[in-house]
């Protein structure tokens, strides 16, 4: 096989940290990305996890204190608490798996690239990845001829459908948080393992 699987939350800080690093990895090993962003919101309660506004406050100081530290490890800039964290997901989901859909149509632009610039917006930035003018700048970095067309994609029934399939097709999986990536049917949880998946791809590669 010649994917990784990568299911995230398009708002998950974790996810944010280990961007840049799984771009690199599937670069360097000639592995292309499949992205499937999840809702976290679907995907948690069916294996007894809760959100993150949903935990103790202790457990929510310690995961920031925590991305802090991971971020600082791996050189990544990050806010601790950026004040557009929670909020709609619908629109920087489904820009991503739109943004997907016109690369195999053969159409210019980076998904990889659109995937981190989002996740950078809000961690780095502490943009509003759910603004249309917000996401349409960050489309056009990209590479994507037309961000109000691909915005325009996003929110179609068909790209939210798909959306809440990731969703289903994780939960059978077995993904258990975000992010998660698969190599060859192999599931590792978290940017911590992505030495693993390291290995991983370089085992395939004999």
């Known amino acids: 096989m010649s994917t990784i699987d990568y299911y995230y939350s398009t708002r998950s800080n974790f996810t944010y940290i ?9 670069q360097r090993y000639g592995r292309t990305i499949v ?12 294996i007894g996890g809760m959100q993150f506004g949903e935990r103790p406050t202790m457990l929510r ?6 991305a802090l530290r991971c971020a600082a490890a791996h050189g990544v800039e990050i806010q601790r608490e950026p004040i557009h964290h929670m909020g709609p997901v619908e629109l920087p989901s489904g820009i991503v798996i739109a943004g997907q859909r016109a690369v195999r149509r053969g159409e210019a632009g980076d998904v990889d690239r659109l995937s981190l610039l989002v996740l950078e917006a809000l961690w780095r930035f502490d943009r509003d990845i759910a603004d249309e003018d917000v996401v349409a700048d960050l489309v056009g970095q990209a590479g994507y001829g037309d961000p109000r067309a691909l915005i325009e994609e996003a929110m179609t029934a068909s790209v939210q459908a798909e959306l809440e399939r990731n969703c289903g097709e994780a939960i059978m ?6 992010p998660t990536y698969f190599v060859d049917d192999e ?3 978290g940017q911590d393992r992505l030495d693993y998946v390291e290995r991983a791809l370089a085992k395939a590669a004999g």
């Open 173 to 178: 999986r077995g993904v258990i948080g975000a």
């Open 187 to 189: 599931n590792f949880y």
């Open 61 to 66: 100081h310690y995961a920031m204190v925590d």
């Open 35 to 46: 992205h499937r962003p999840i809702l976290l919101s679907k995907t948690m309660p069916p």
């Open 18 to 26: 280990g961007a840049a690093r799984l771009n690199a990895l599937a």
